[in-house]
């Protein structure tokens, strides 16, 4: 195994599965001789040339549409957006026909089709670079949200999106893509679909987390007996971990850097309150980002979820 970080772990994966099958192409802005814009695809245009790296115009809308196109003939794009902000373009193409055309031909095609992007802040980026939208997605059935939270689970889950016949899409924090490094295995393997994991046993509180989250969450509980989910998939959920997790703990605190408002965490409360009410002993609590346009870089900091504010929704439902 090779040490690397999540951008390595996950051109690796791209070129094992380019690799392996022929139908897999990759497109998007910059993705060929530039090797995008934060260096995932790098090498791959010369090792599998301009047929199978396509470098595309300044159109998401283009992009996602051809993508999709390819899809239904068998081959299995995996398009790059640079940034989450750029893809709302290309939403009414991934709604209205990506995620319905198994429906919509009673199962004669499928879009296997892969749309990858960084997704949330932390990096001091501008104005559209740093959105964290992906309650908005899940909302829709037909599309899978994946959310790596590390190299090791970036490539597993990468090889997993890529062969599923159904459209995923592939949120890479940015946070993470040179922060951490770890031991991943050169060798094929998979993580899979529809799976949380839980990273951490605990028996007081249930902590859910998903993405670049997951690292602030894992230093928060540090001296409280919590039990840390990594949702690795947001839709479909794993709730069955969800669920087990809560009627072992009692208590829910539940983490992301989207908005407040109609974010997952409201679903995960929804769920929580359906199916294990009468396990809880304290309130359903969320730590958010605000119900704002996220700030330019000088206020990134205060309006994202903070160590400090995880300890404190810890202490306050032990406290019930």
């Not at 549409?65 to 290309?90: D, H, N, R, S, T």
């Not at 062969?163 to 295995?185: A, S």
Request: proline fraction near 6%.
């Amino acid at each position: 195994m090779a040490t690397m970080n999540a951008v390595q772990a996950l051109n690796l994966a791209l070129s094992e599965e380019m690799e392996r099958d022929k139908d897999v192409v990759v497109l998007g802005e910059d993705v060929g001789k530039n090797g995008g814009v934060f260096r995932v695809t790098e090498g791959l245009y010369d090792r599998f040339g301009p047929e199978r790296v396509m470098d595309m115009p300044l159109a998401e809308t283009g992009i996602v549409g051809a993508a999709i196109g390819m899809a239904f003939y068998g081959l299995k794009p995996v398009v790059e957006m640079q940034f989450m902000g750029f893809i709302y373009a290309a939403v009414e193409h991934l709604f209205s026909h990506a995620a319905r055309i198994r429906t919509r031909s009673r199962g004669r095609f499928t879009a296997s089709l892969v749309v990858r992007t960084p997704y949330g802040a932390g990096v001091k980026a501008l104005e559209h670079h740093s959105e964290s939208a992906e309650a908005l997605f899940c909302h829709m059935p037909g599309l899978k949200v994946v959310v790596p939270s590390s190299p090791l689970t970036a490539k597993g889950l990468l090889l997993s999106a890529i062969r599923d016949p159904d459209p995923v899409l592939f949120l890479e924090p940015t946070r993470l893509y040179r922060m951490l490094k770890e031991e991943v295995p050169e060798i094929d393997y998979t993580v899979p679909l529809g799976k949380a994991r839980i990273v951490r046993e605990g028996t007081d509180v249930t902590l859910i987390a998903w993405g670049s989250m997951l690292q602030r969450a894992m230093k928060a509980v540090e001296g409280f007996n919590t039990e840390v989910i990594d949702l690795l998939t947001l839709s479909p959920l794993d709730e069955e971990t969800v669920l087990q997790s809560v009627k072992k703990t009692g208590r829910v605190v539940i983490v992301h850097e989207a908005p407040s408002m109609c974010g997952l965490g409201a679903e995960l409360s929804a769920l929580i309150a359906e199916f294990a009410m009468l396990h809880l002993k304290a309130p359903i609590l969320r730590v958010t980002s605000y119900d704002v346009v996220l700030p330019l870089p000088k206020l990134e900091a205060y309006y994202l979820p903070s160590i400090e504010k995880i300890r404190k929704a810890i202490e306050t439902v032990l406290q019930y």
